[in-house]
């Protein structure tokens, strides 16, 4: 009676073989974590101009001076697609 033999230690190698192909499990941070960590950090860096701008014409309304364009105004609107 003929059986078949099955050669554990080759089909061990080849598992090793390709385990070790394989990267194993690691933590780290991805390359678009990285950018928005940047990007975060640039925005909180940046000087708060906004806040002044928005000051100005704050004091331009307090002094009746505000007098915006309504072209202008629609303009803008139609521009940033609101």
Do not use: H, K
């Amino acid at each position: 009676m003929s059986g078949v033999v099955y050669d554990f230690s080759r089909a061990q190698a080849r598992r090793a073989a390709a385990t070790a192909a394989q990267p194993a499990d690691s933590a780290g941070i991805s390359e678009d974590a990285r950018e928005l960590s940047r990007a975060r950090e640039a925005v909180e860096t940046a000087p708060d101009v906004r806040a002044e701008r928005v000051r100005a014409l704050q004091q331009q309304i307090r002094n009746g001076n505000y007098n915006p364009d309504p072209r202008e105004v629609a303009r803008r609107i139609l521009e940033r697609g609101l």
